[in-house]
Structures are given as structure tokens and as C-alpha cells.
């Protein structure tokens, strides 16, 4: 299955130094006399998948039972120094695990953005090809996008939601200020006091003026409102993410026009409506009403992406996305947005095609 166009039924790839060098049906495509073949038969062969936001392979440092409490406490009457935070790369926290590399393999995806899940700046993101052993092989781009969540600071300021969206505004309208003063003092410095360095507002700035990527991770439909309200005002390049509850504002989204990426996460959030009405109307919007959000956007004209933010397990990738089907999504609408697959796998086949074409390496060729 190519990116465009028709399939191509009983197809031939020749794959030479790891790129593809021709594709088509057998009697179009020569075979090199010295190719190793591999035979694959009844299965797919698709360009490999990317898993736009997740967390996996980050691991976070351990903290015992309260620590992270009573560091907070601790440090309460100091400000924070939220440079750091800004500035926290997630490829320093990856560790990938073996059986995550294959599960997502498995899944068709080669290719994920890792970032860290924790605090209102979740630091920087890293583009990964989940090929090879070492984690700097991996690397596509680093970094990639600023991340920030909705949430808030134990101990201390903004310890509210409604602190946090301001102290998010206040940060913006800093940077833009410490710009503009920084560019009327470059171009001309008489009887003007020079610019105070401020790393803080140094980080910021690629993001708030030089309009690298920032990603919102949206939890609810209140972030939904929340991050549109700010990416509208500072004109930020943006990304929505998470948004398990983004059809309750498709008319938001629409309006805001920027890439949507749905996560098949669907444990409602805690402020949803369907939670505190008891144990079987939660269940019923875990199994349900909120994998029925990816069937609900499309059928209200919204474009977006799926990842797999907020999963544990590479492995529960497949079995949401067949759960968001089930739940009313075409399924080549499934393939498109992410990893789909268009019939059963015959998994121990496509295991053993997997591990001999990461031994290829640089072998000629390949029949599939």
C-alpha cells in the first residue's frame, strides 16, 4: 500500500542500503540475481507508521513514597526556577525497552515523539526512528516542541487551574515585552537602559516569538478552551494533544485550525460528566462514549491524528484503535490516522520478517 494511490496486489519491494530502489507487481519488478528474499505471502506491506505524541520510553526519576511532596514543601517559600522545566529535553529521560521497540513494530510504527508528562512545562519533545540499539541512532530531530499541561503545583504557585492559564498569559506577555525591548535596544541604544538577561524568558522565546512548536495537552474540554484562548491571543504555532474530549467542542477546534492529535487514552477524565454518575456510567464512557470521540470528529469534518498518548503499554495501541472502530471510526479512516491494519496478522510470520529484515542491514535487495 503505497502513500498514494492504489494498492498493488502481489507486489514486489526492492530494498537496497535500507531505502527502497523500486516497487510494483511482480512482472514489472526484476528480482537481482544476488537478493535475499523473503516471502510474505498474504500480508501487508504500508509506509511505516508515526505515533505523533507519547510517552513511552521515558522513564522519570524515582521518587520515594512524599518526596516529591515534601521537596515542594521545602522549597515553598522560594520561587521556582522554571527555566529548567522549559529547557528539560525528554531524549535525557529515554530508556527504551526491547519489548516496547517490538510491540510497536508489531504495530506497524517506526517512527514516535517522545515527551515527558510531568509539570505545567513538560520540557522538549525528541523525534525517534525506533531502529537500532542505542537511543542517539534513533534520533530524527531533537528537540522537537515545547510541551505544556494544564495542571498545577503542589505547595505552591500556581497551585489552581485558573493560576496556572495566568501564569501561562503572564509568561507569554513577558517574552513578547523582553523581545520587543531587546530588538528596539539592538536597533538603537541611545536612552535606553540595557535589557536585563532573563534565562527564563531566553528559553521561552523560540516558542513565543520565534514560533517553534508548542504542544497543548488537553485533558478536557476546559483545556480545549483553555489552550485556544492563549494560541489565539500570542498567535502560537500550536498543536492540540490528548483531547479525548474534543468532539463536546468540535466547533472550537474548527474555528482554531490547528493539527489536532487524539489520544487513545480512554479513561475519562476526572472532571468529566460521566464519572461521578456512578460506577456503570463510568464504565460505559471508558468503553463507549469515549472511543466513540475519533468516529464523532470525523463525522463533523475534523482532521486529526491518533497517538497513543497516556497508554502504558505499546500493546494496547491495536486494541483501542480497534475499539475506536468498533465504536463507529471507518476503518481506512483508522489506517490513515494511524495504525490500522486491514486484516488479521499472522503473527509469527510478520515477527520472523521483522527480525530478518533488521539483520539485512546492507544486504542488495529484498523481495517481499
Not at 508528562?117 to 515545547?146: C, D, Y
Request: charged share 25%.
Amino acid at each position: 500500500m503505497p502513500v498514494s494511490g492504489p494498492s498493488v496486489e502481489n507486489g514486489v519491494i526492492i530494498i537496497r542500503d535500507g531505502l527502497i530502489e523500486s516497487l510494483g507487481t511482480q512482472d514489472k519488478v526484476a528480482v537481482p540475481e544476488d537478493a535475499e528474499v523473503i516471502k510474505a505471502d498474504g500480508l501487508y506491506a504500508y509506509p511505516g507508521l508515526i505515533d505523533a505524541h507519547t510517552n513511552f520510553f521515558i522513564e522519570p526519576p524515582k521518587e520515594e513514597p512524599g518526596q516529591r511532596v515534601a521537596a515542594a514543601l521545602a522549597a515553598q517559600p522560594e520561587e521556582k526556577n522554571w527555566t529548567d522545566d522549559v529547557k528539560q529535553m525528554a531524549f535525557d529521560l529515554l530508556k527504551p525497552k526491547k519489548t516496547d521497540v517490538d510491540n510497536l513494530h508489531m504495530a506497524g510504527i517506526t517512527t514516535i515523539l517522545v515527551a515527558s508528562e510531568r509539570g505545567i512545562f513538560a520540557g522538549q519533545s525528541v523525534l525517534l526512528n525506533i531502529n537500532g540499539e542505542k537511543t542517539e541512532a534513533m534520533v530524527i530531530k531533537n528537540p522537537v516542541a515545547l510541551h505544556v499541561n494544564f495542571t498545577t503545583e503542589r505547595g505552591r504557585y500556581p497551585s489552581s487551574l485558573m493560576g496556572t492559564v495566568a501564569f501561562l498569559r503572564q509568561s507569554f506577555l513577558d517574552v513578547s515585552h523582553y523581545s520587543a525591548h531587546k530588538s528596539l535596544f539592538s536597533s538603537s541604544s541611545r536612552g535606553l537602559k540595557r535589557p536585563e538577561y532573563d534565562p527564563y524568558l531566553e528559553a521561552l522565546f523560540p516558542f513565543a516569538v520565534e514560533r517553534r512548536p508548542v504542544f497543548f495537552n488537553c485533558a478536557n474540554l476546559e483545556d480545549i478552551k483553555r489552550a485556544s484562548r492563549l494560541i489565539k491571543e500570542f498567535n502560537l504555532n500550536s498543536f492540540l494533544t490528548g483531547a479525548n474530549e474534543a468532539w463536546r467542542v468540535a466547533d472550537i477546534v474548527k474555528e482554531l485550525n490547528v493539527p489536532l492529535l487524539v489520544s487513545l487514552d480512554f479513561k475519562p477524565p476526572f472532571t468529566s460528566i460521566y464519572v461521578n454518575q456512578g460506577e456503570e456510567m463510568k464504565k460505559k464512557a471508558e468503553e463507549e462514549i469515549y472511543p466513540a470521540n475519533a468516529a464523532n470528529l470525523h463525522n463533523q469534518g475534523v482532521k486529526f491524528a491518533l497517538t497513543s498518548l497516556g497508554l502504558k503499554r505499546p500493546s494496547d495501541t491495536v486494541k483501542n484503535i480497534q475499539k475506536a472502530i468498533k465504536a463507529g471510526l471507518p476503518r481506512e479512516e483508522a489506517l490513515k490516522r494511524y495504525s490500522m491494519k486491514r486484516h488479521e496478522w499472522r503473527e509469527s510470520l510478520l515477527t520472523e520478517f521483522l527480525s530478518r529484515l533488521n539483520r539485512l542491514q546492507k544486504k542488495p535487495s529484498l523481495q517481499l
